[in-house]
């Protein structure tokens, strides 16, 4: 069944701004051993200029900076407090000291929260991140879609441009899943950018998030059930706020950005994030042949 609750739109765009805006970080439950994921990560955060305050026990310094023993201790305004739930730090507490900071998110380092923490944040209006890596969305989120690229001594680099397709099919936010699916059926596709009036890119639709929402096939939806997930527009189903990339980009680029993304699509954008193409995975393998081919014949 399709959750009622969640609106993916909103979420995903909540989460990129927030990491956007973020200076301040307190990182609660920070290991000072480098054999910890979480302090490999943290270091990382601080090459990416953030400012980071680490919350840790029985530790003077870590990582060059000097520790806290809560979060209530740091000085000035945090914007994320991110909580590695395996370390010893006590959760509730964590939570209890970003709402007095005033904390724009908590963030529970790839766990989840207890029903205790997510009822304190809800009712404080803080907002909740649960089960994602915040250096892996900081990444996604905060890197420019145009990265410099390796120049090749041997062939010039191909670009986005030369193989994406110009002009794809596209749905509306308000359109159903009947409609989009009819769309990928006839066209025979597995994404569809999603766009306003004016072709500006505002999500993306594809055969995983179909799979993503519906229901196990040994569970027969009754025909009201059915027609209700049929019914369902884009705007509650859709990846909105897609990675992209420019047209001018590489293929190298783009291929790097599907893979960090587990994405098989990217649309295309110019200007203020208008449509005007797209590249899958299988343009990637056309490319393939294409490059085969063309040493073939040179030998």
């Avoid at 301040?24 to 994921?37: E, N």
């Avoid at 005033?102 to 529970?108: G, L």
Wanted: aromatic share 8%; charged share 25%; with cysteine.
């Amino acid at each position: 069944m399709i959750p009622e609750e969640t609106n993916r739109y909103s979420v995903r765009r909540q989460e990129m701004e927030m990491l956007k805006s973020a200076k301040r970080i307190a990182v609660v439950g920070l290991r000072p051993d480098p054999i910890f994921k979480s302090y490999a990560c943290t270091q990382k955060l601080i090459e990416y200029g953030l400012e980071i305050a680490p919350v840790i026990a029985n530790c003077e310094s870590i990582l060059g900076l000097a520790r806290y023993g809560r979060v209530a201790d740091i000085a000035g305004a945090i914007d994320i407090v991110q909580f590695y739930t395996d370390g010893k730090a006590a959760m509730t507490q964590a939570a209890l000291d970003a709402i007095a900071k005033e904390a724009k998110a908590f963030w529970v380092e790839s766990g989840a929260a207890s029903d205790e923490v997510r009822a304190l944040l809800k009712n404080a209006g803080v907002c909740l991140v649960e089960y994602l890596s915040l250096l892996e969305e900081y990444e996604k989120y905060c890197s420019t879609r145009t990265e410099t690229a390796v120049v090749s001594q041997i062939e010039p680099l191909r670009h986005v441009s030369e193989r994406m397709t110009r002009y794809p099919v596209t749905v509306t936010p308000s359109a159903s899943i009947e409609s989009a699916l009819e769309k990928m059926k006839k066209g025979q596709f597995r994404h569809l950018p999603v766009v306003d009036e004016n072709n500006h890119l505002l999500g993306m639709f594809s055969d995983r998030d179909l799979r993503l929402m519906y229901p196990s096939p040994s569970f027969e939806p009754d025909e009201k059930a059915h027609e209700k997930f049929a019914a369902a527009a884009m705007a509650d189903v859709a990846t909105f706020s897609p990675v992209s990339i420019l047209p001018d980009a590489t293929l190298e680029n783009a291929a790097d950005l599907m893979l960090r993304w587990n994405v098989e699509a990217l649309p295309v954008v110019a200007g203020d994030d208008h449509l005007v193409g797209i590249i899958t995975s299988s343009d990637f393998l056309k490319e393939f042949i294409a490059h085969g081919e063309q040493n073939s014949m040179r030998h």
